[in-house]
């Protein structure tokens, strides 16, 4: 399916019913008040706000020992702010920052009325999918959200191993016939699943659906206008597909990575000049979200905040919303063609690769590689202008971003971090060609 053919599918009508006001609300226009974009579930009728905040990204400090903890005042300063301006839906899980994220969310969220919002979390047994151990989890993931229900409830990152991995972590032990109960007894309004794999295994799932076997009330994929045509098709499949799919059997669509991890927040210097010659008064990122609110099926996008600015920015996209024209969307596919010219590690900083037995500061690696990439800072060969000095600037930058024994070189390949990177990347061979690189820097190789 191309870039704009879900205009086909659900229609031009589709995609201004979709972005136009509910009952009740203002049109929002480009100029005036915010009035932030909500869709209404059509299972249910819940209002949902577009812009979700996903909570794997709550600001961190130092506490008096050193060790990273989540910034409470700042999380209830970004979570009064966001639901004052509309932003309704907040995704956490039990894994999210080291398991700190559900107390944070719950904190910040039960000082306001538990219906001003809808809690989305998982059950994310990767370590544990024993019968006691997820049900413990379950359990305990109400404690730290401080509530006795969950609004939207998912089964964390299926889709790796098909059906088989699947029964393994919930049908073998029971856990799929436990969430139905609980279902039943209203502590679970949405039971659905997020989706990281290839386009054989999302198959299975829909026919699980299809049969009557598995009924999902939602989906959670990644989707964002590189991803749509341009993911790897082999281990991830294409967001193109997955939408289509899933909008023809009418489940309504939750985003995950609308920026790559930030990587479509800050792209190459070439790409953010030429969207900036079109759109001079409007954010990078803002190209993203608008890519993603623009399809019809997609009742919310989720962005992991970590600052009131960016929280400002996509507030302020989604309160002035406009749906991309078609020329925009062929526009972004160029971005997107031009974005996969450039060799970048295809990390969202999950950090679900961490911690390494071996101490690496996997993301770490990556980020720093991708910024220089990304920032036009990467060295590349000796006769390249200014290499000298941004081949110091890397290598001092480096020193100073991940410690020295924490970097790539220090990859045994060990392969521990392969089946938990959502994204598939072949962590230790990218691992190997940093190393390499950062060896050629050393010894002016390049």
Known sequence: MKRRDFIKISGAAAVAAACAPKKGQSSAPAEGPEQMLVRENPHNGDKVSVLGFGCMRWPMIKDADGK????????????????????NYFDTSPAYLQGQSEKAAGEALSRHPRDSYFIATKLSNFGDRSTEGSIKMYHESFKQLKTDYFD????????????????????????????????EAGRIRNLGFSFHGAQHEFDAFMEMHDSGEMRWDFCQIEMNYVDWTHADGIRNANANYLYAELDKRGIPIIIMEPLLGGRLANVPEGIA????????????????????????????????????????????????????????????EQMAVQMKEYPLVNCTDCKYCMPCPWGIDIPGTFLHYNKAITEGTYAQSREQKDYARLKKAYLVSYDRTVASVRQADHCIGCGDCLPRCPQSIAIPRELRRIAQYVEQLKQDTL
């Not at 989540?70 to 932003?87: F, P, S």
């Not at 996209?317 to 972004?332: A, I, Q, R, W, Y």
């Open 273 to 332: 000049r030429q969207m900036k010659q079109r759109e001079p008064d409007m954010s990078i990122a803002s190209w993203a979200f608008r890519f993603c609110g623009t399809h019809p099926r997609v009742l919310c996008t989720l962005s992991g905040m970590t600052s009131m600015d960016p929280l400002m920015d996509n507030i302020k996209t989604f309160g002035h919303f406009k749906p991309l024209t078609d020329e925009e969307l062929d526009f972004l």
């Open 152 to 183: 939207y409830y998912l089964l964390h990152s299926i889709g790796r191993g098909g059906k088989e991995a699947f029964n393994r972590r919930y049908v073998e032990n029971g856990m799929i016939d436990f969430l139905r109960k609980e279902k």
């Open 68 to 87: 990273d903890v989540i910034d409470q005042v700042a999380v209830n300063e970004m979570v009064d702010y966001a639901l004052a301006h509309g932003v």
